[in-house]
């Protein structure tokens, strides 16, 4: 199994990215989706996750940030909107088998991270 997160950059505040997770072997339709982020000298942290017809979000990210896969369920995103210097962060998509959760730790398969730069 492998995921592929893309689409960081650097954008102003106030701006918008859309990631992208692609994933081999795997497809989101049975695999929940998560994505996780870890700011420099702090600890990965839960952002948004959806499965089984459910999403979750961070506090941070609701109403700013809207997770999604397309159909066939073999790619995932999560646009983001509104961008916050404090958003800035290297970006993880990851998979597991099983149900919706929000711990980093349950997931089984990680990309390997796409950065996110905001600036002021």
């Known amino acids: 199994v492998q995921l592929q997160a893309s689409g960081g950059g650097l954008v102003q505040a106030g701006g918008s990215l859309r990631l992208s997770c692609t994933a081999s072997?795997?497809?989101?339709?049975?695999?929940?989706l998560g994505w996780f982020r870890q700011a420099p000298g702090k600890e990965r942290e839960f952002v948004a996750a959806?499965?089984?017809?459910?999403?979750a979000y961070a506090d941070s990210a609701k109403g700013r940030f809207t997770i999604s896969t397309d159909n066939a369920g073999n790619t995932g995103y999560l646009q983001m909107n509104s961008l916050k210097p404090e958003d800035t962060a290297v970006y993880y998509c990851?998979?597991?088998?099983?149900?919706?959760?929000?711990?980093?730790?349950?997931?089984?398969?990680w990309g390997q991270g796409t950065l996110v730069t905001v600036s002021s």
């Open positions: 072997r795997i497809t989101f339709r049975t695999y929940p």
């Open positions: 959806m499965g089984g017809g459910n999403t």
């Open positions: 990851a998979a597991r088998l099983g149900r919706l959760t929000t711990e980093a730790r349950s997931y089984e398969f």
